[in-house]
């Protein structure tokens, strides 16, 4: 059995020295597409935020404008009740003077006529308040019904990824305390391995422990399609000085997260499109350099677990 790992191994690291400048260029290339996604979907994120909170707003405004128009409406009612009132008293007033002057009579046929056009200039007022309430409610609604299918769309997103998160925690149990961690931020699962677990020193090749936590984590990808997955390698501060196949750190890094991709990439259920490999060399340190316990934290691999964000997209772009 050991033989056969051995003979595995040369075979990974043999392939792995085939993947030359053409490869990294390739794999740098892909890294620096993700990133640009990657701040496309920070953006489009930052653009729900913000576009929830302005319908917020607007909602808030349209309740007060409504509430206002309602005073109004009210108002024109009871101005229009009294009108009422006024005419009828007019009216009993016109029948018991018919019979007096016809000067008497004709002042009050004027009133009535004035109050007729009275009454019919309220009525036309408030049947367009009634008019403009009825619109205001409409896009009140709209709006109301926009902020609960975005809020709707993050809270699933955020969901999906915490249950990710919890299914590759219960899938690497036994791993976890011995350099492996999972956490969630901003959206985003972070799987860290500290190098420990997965390589030797300036060695590209994983170990069986390693393979399996790989294989482990792949199980669980292959049941998020949806997922976008970046493999970061990084690398401490101390220069890389063994020459031969390497030729710094930043190429030591990119070769240890092509081999995380190679591995992931035997499951067949896991889509190759959305895996990609980058070297970060030792430009993105977690902690300080100066002492062991430092310098072995920042050799890791990070898997960086994104969603897809086109269906907020899709309803952000829906005018």
């Known amino acids: 059995m050991f033989k056969k790992i051995l003979v595995l191994s040369l075979i990974i690291s043999v392939s792995s020295?085939?993947?030359?400048?053409?490869?990294?260029?390739?794999?740098?290339?892909?890294?620096?597409?993700?990133?640009?996604?990657?701040?496309?979907?920070?953006?489009?994120?930052?653009?729900?935020?913000?576009?929830?909170?302005?319908?917020?707003?607007?909602?808030?405004?349209?309740?007060?404008?409504?509430?206002?128009?309602?005073?109004?409406?009210?108002?024109?009612?009871?101005?229009?009740?009294?009108?009422?009132?006024?005419?009828?008293?007019?009216?009993?007033?016109?029948?018991?003077?018919?019979?007096?002057?016809?000067?008497?009579?004709?002042?009050?046929?004027?009133?009535?006529?004035?109050?007729?056009?009275?009454?019919?200039?309220?009525?036309?007022?408030?049947?367009?308040?009634?008019?403009?309430?009825?619109?205001?409610?409409?896009?009140?609604?709209?709006?109301?019904?926009?902020?609960?299918?975005?809020?709707?769309?993050?809270?699933?997103?955020?969901?999906?990824?915490?249950?990710?998160?919890?299914?590759?925690?219960?899938?690497?149990?036994?791993?976890?305390?011995?350099?492996?961690?999972?956490?969630?931020?901003?959206?985003?699962?972070?799987?860290?391995?500290?190098?420990?677990?997965l390589f030797k020193s300036g060695s590209w090749a994983i170990g069986s422990k390693g393979r399996i936590a790989i294989e482990q984590l792949g199980s669980v990808l292959a049941d998020n399609p949806e997922i976008a997955v970046l493999i970061e390698g990084h690398t401490d501060n101390d220069p890389f000085s063994s020459g031969g196949q390497i030729a710094n750190n930043w190429d030591l890094s990119t070769k240890r997260a092509t081999a995380i991709v190679q591995i992931l990439s035997e499951n067949a259920s896991i889509n190759p499109e959305s895996l990609t490999a980058a070297g970060r060399g030792e430009y993105a340190p977690i902690t300080s350099n100066d002492d062991t316990e430092g310098k072995a934290k920042n050799r890791r691999i990070e898997v960086i677990l994104t969603p897809k964000l086109d269906e907020i997209s899709k309803l952000l772009n829906n005018d």
């Open 17 to 197: 020295s085939c993947v030359s400048s053409k490869i990294y260029k390739e794999l740098d290339g892909k890294y620096t597409s993700l990133k640009n996604d990657y701040d496309t979907l920070s953006a489009q994120n930052e653009a729900v935020i913000n576009e929830r909170n302005s319908l917020q707003n607007q909602l808030d405004q349209l309740q007060k404008k409504y509430d206002s128009l309602i005073t109004d409406r009210n108002a024109l009612q009871q101005e229009l009740t009294a009108l009422h009132k006024k005419y009828e008293a007019l009216n009993e007033s016109y029948s018991a003077l018919e019979q007096n002057s016809s000067k008497e009579i004709a002042d009050n046929i004027q009133k009535n006529r004035e109050l007729l056009a009275q009454l019919e200039a309220k009525e036309l007022a408030l049947a367009a308040e009634n008019d403009r309430l009825l619109k205001l409610e409409a896009d009140m609604q709209e709006r109301s019904q926009r902020i609960a299918e975005l809020e709707l769309l993050i809270t699933s997103k955020d969901q999906a990824m915490r249950d990710l998160k919890n299914a590759i925690s219960s899938a690497l149990t036994a791993f976890e305390g011995k350099g492996l961690t999972v956490e969630q931020r901003n959206g985003k699962v972070y799987v860290s391995m500290e190098n420990k677990l």
